[in-house]
DNA sequence: ATTGCTAAAGGG
């Protein structure tokens, strides 16, 4: 590597995060605290129909009954892909989220080798350093300080891969990686997403769509950061982080290696919320999306997409009404029934039966649709 | 390909 060009990302290893689910984590002093949050408060079990009242009606008063997918999963975020595979399927998401390891064989290699490509990509403009490492305030700290040795990298040399981007969107906090950012030689700031296809073929439409509206939603967040509206309080409010808990030893030491000398998560978040405010970082300009042939690298098809901001916010306000509980997850229109072609739920979708039924009993009388 | 009280993305 040159000189200049040295760039060390560094990178949480998926050991130190596995570290997390352990029974060291809940050995540590928090571990009452953590407990007392996990456990169900003891009234809930007494309220199983005591009296005349439908049981949901007696929960429903307190609060109780409508836990949303989002807290029934427990998720504190959402990742941009979820809900980029909510344009795909919404009901294929929530399987998967359902039931985790239901998913398929073969395509894992397809997935695999994209993985691979991706990686391959991002070596090539910088290193990785694996940092041990025992906490999710951790885990956000190594986050903050790839976006902290990024920036100025994106403004000298022009180009950063895997960027990390956060923030509050309709109430709820999204996460996500930008693939590619880079200046054109307009000076233009571009955003780049890169997806293999393992056949050398044109993503059809719905592909194109989904794809579409994951860099949209990107460049939406990433303003929003540059502009200041994502700050360390929503980030604190939204994971349950301590701001003043003192980071890993680990991460202490690459931080101080990288000039960065901070004692806790929260001191961190203030210099990445100046650093990206003050870094006369534009907002995105472009959004482009190459597909490429897995095998031979073939550029199959490029797009260059138009951010319609109005669109997009009214999909993912739609896509977070499920996730809140406001609304039943739906599964793909009829024109798009070809996407259960590839689904591993297909035998056991609820979607699937409903619509079935209706055009079985509908179809043979009227010959119109339905 | 799972994995998760959270690594997000990986492709169709």
Redesign the pocket.
């Known amino acids: 590597m040159a000189e200049t060009g040295e760039e060390e990302k560094v ?2 290893e ?1 050991s130190g ?2 570290d ?2 352990d029974s060291e984590f809940l050995d540590l002093e928090d571990a009452q605290g953590s407990d007392a ?2 456990s169900k408060p003891g009234p809930s079990s007494e309220l199983s129909g005591n009296d005349g009242k439908p049981l949901s009606l007696q929960k429903r008063k307190r609060g109780l009954d409508i836990s949303s997918p989002l807290e029934r ?10 809900l ?2 909510q344009n ?2 919404e009901q ?1 998401m929530v399987y ?2 359902e039931l ?2 239901f ?13 691979s ?2 990686l391959a990509r991002e070596l090539e403009v910088h290193d990785l350093v694996t940092v041990p490492i025992t906490t ?1 305030e951790d ?1 956000w700290a190594i ?1 903050f300080l790839n976006i902290l040795s990024m920036i100025p990298t994106l403004q000298s040399e022009g180009c950063i891969r895997e960027f ?1 981007v956060f923030g509050e969107v309709e109430g709820v906090l999204l ?5 590619e950012l880079h200046y054109t030689v307009k000076g233009e700031l571009e955003l780049a ?7 050398p073929t044109l ?1 059809l439409e719905g ?1 194109k769509k ?1 794809d579409c509206f ?1 860099v949209s939603l ?1 460049k939406f967040i990433f303003d929003a950061m540059v502009q200041g509206k994502v700050t360390p309080a929503s980030l604190i409010h939204h ?2 982080l301590c701001p003043e808990k003192p980071l890993g030893p680990s991460v202490l030491t690459h931080a101080q290696q990288g000039g960065i000398f901070v004692k806790c998560l929260g001191d961190l978040m203030e210099l990445v919320f100046l650093a990206l405010t003050l870094s006369d970082l534009p907002v995105i300009d472009i959004l482009k999306i190459e597909y490429i042939h ?1 095998e031979t690298a073939t550029v199959l098809g490029t797009e260059i997409i138009a951010f319609e901001e109005k669109e997009m916010r009214d999909r993912v306000r739609h896509y977070l009404a499920y996730w809140m509980g406001h609304r039943e997850p739906q599964g793909v229109d009829v024109e798009e029934a070809w ?1 259960c072609r ?2 591993n739920y297909t035998d056991i979708c609820e979607w699937r039966k409903g619509s079935w039924v209706l055009s079985n009993t509908l179809e043979p009388r009227a010959k119109k649709n339905k």
Request: net charge positive.
């Open positions: 990178s949480a998926a995060f596995s997390l689910s949050l996990l999963f427990h998720f504190k975020y959402l990742c941009v892909t979820d980029s595979a795909w399927c294929q998967g989220k985790p390891d998913l398929a064989p073969e395509k894992a290699a397809v997935l695999d080798t994209g993985a490509i991706h999710t885990a986050k990390p996460v996500g990686v930008i693939d997403e890169l997806k293999t296809r393992r056949r993503p592909q989904k994951q990107y994971t349950k897995q996407k590839t689904c």
